[in-house]
């Protein structure tokens, strides 16, 4: 819909622009910087940080309802900047000008309700938001869409002319990292540093055709960490893990979009997502917030972060139930199914315990909890989740896990409903589906596949027949029929199919 036609006391709110200031906040410290420069931990005491925003003028008087008038009416604006995550420009990074915002198609996923079939199994209705339909196949899109529109920005403005991008990855940080700056190629290479044989085929391959720098290293994901948080801190580059806090900022995109396709009705919503490097729980509780305290939403929903038990930092930290006596240990880490989220020693967990206390605080009640899950049980509830419909990856059968176990706990009640985050496209783990399929998996994954769905595709060859089709060298006349005639029947009686 053209401006023009929108009603008259919206239209001044439909293009936002640039206003107010944001700035770094240490969680350690409690200090504050500019966030006009490129800051990854805090430069007094090294302490993680997290992006504020300090409005000005009318943006501050504006109510939820009000809001929630402005977001639904951007979905009609064909303005390219604004129709990904910056539909919430107010709520995201309001000192980007359009102009230098990256939109690449992603964000605004679906919510794909689950068939009777699922429903029954899990023990209640849910959704699974498909995270898997962003670009590069993963929701990292979202916190690249703004961690790159904020150095394209930057760049511009400090009129840097040449920029390295870095990071360490589990596998779609780098192919969403390497595609947003292919974008900005002009003044802006990439490079990627992954843990050898620790991501699958289809992931190595999009930073290589993104046309990054591709950099193997031996060990997990934490070791590739540990030397980019070096590079960072003694070069001249960008990091883009979700270290980043603009990276943050982009992915709370991910809770205004369930607030506003439930119509802003999210109390009764349990919002499951699985737990790697933490930056995505923290962008999801952080959104959930900003939301709730501007009157976007009456109440906040419930949230589940799950994990593997071959990676489950997050959750043993809050098995202790007093928080005076909780400390954070990170875990060695074991072959896991779920290896996007295969992190034993998450940056982000400074962010989440400070969230978890404010989220609860909140909302006057534990809002938040973990769960744990065995490798046998994301494994079988991708599959399942699969042969239902969806397209989830294993991080996407780890939420789908999780929230039956939260189902069976008690943690969720009969008149919620679940919102399951598929965090990544299945094509992109297609190698554990084959080796569930074909009972492959070494003994240190622990997952013994149940035969009932496994799956391999049949050769089907007609005996008898003195002539088969060939590539290049087709079939002709009579050897054509005879072919067709014999190969139908042949699968007619594989099929036990009956004679109309
Ligand atoms: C990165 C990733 C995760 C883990 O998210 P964190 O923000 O690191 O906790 C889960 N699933 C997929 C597919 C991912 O790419
Ligand atoms: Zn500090």
Known sequence: MKLNEFPEDIREYLVPGPSGTMFYRCLGCRGIFDSDSLLYTCPSCGGILMLSYEPTGEIRGIEGSLWRKIFDYRRMLNISPLKGIFRYYEFIAPVIPLESIIYLGEAHTPLVMANKNLEELVGLPFYFKNEGLNPSLSFKDRGMACALSFLNYLAKKKNIKNLLTICASTGDTSASGALYSAYLTNFMKSVVL???????????????????????????????????????????????????????????SYSFEIAQDFDYQVGDKVVVVPIGNAGNITAIMSGFLKFLKANVIPEAPKIIGVQSTHADPVYRYYLESDPPKRHFKPVTVKPSVAQAAMIGNPVSMPRVIDLVSEYNGAAGQKRVFFVSVTEQEIMDAMIIANTNGHIACTQGGESMAGFMKAVNQGLVSKSELGVLNATAHVLKFSSFQEMYFSNGFPPEFEVKPNRKFGNTPLSIEPAGLDKLPEPGKPLQGKDLERFIEATAAKIASILDLKKR
């Not at 290589?208 to 001249?236: H, I, R």
């Not at 980043?244 to 992915?251: D, E, F």
């Open 194 to 252: 992954l843990p050898k044989g620790k991501i699958t085929l289809e992931q190595l391959s999009q930073p290589l055709g993104s046309g990054a720098t591709v950099l193997e290293l031996p060990g997990v994901f934490d070791d590739c960490m540990k030397v980019v948080e070096e590079l960072s801190e003694k070069y001249n580059v960008a990091l883009l893990n979700s270290k980043n806090s603009w990276r943050i900022l982009g992915q709370e």
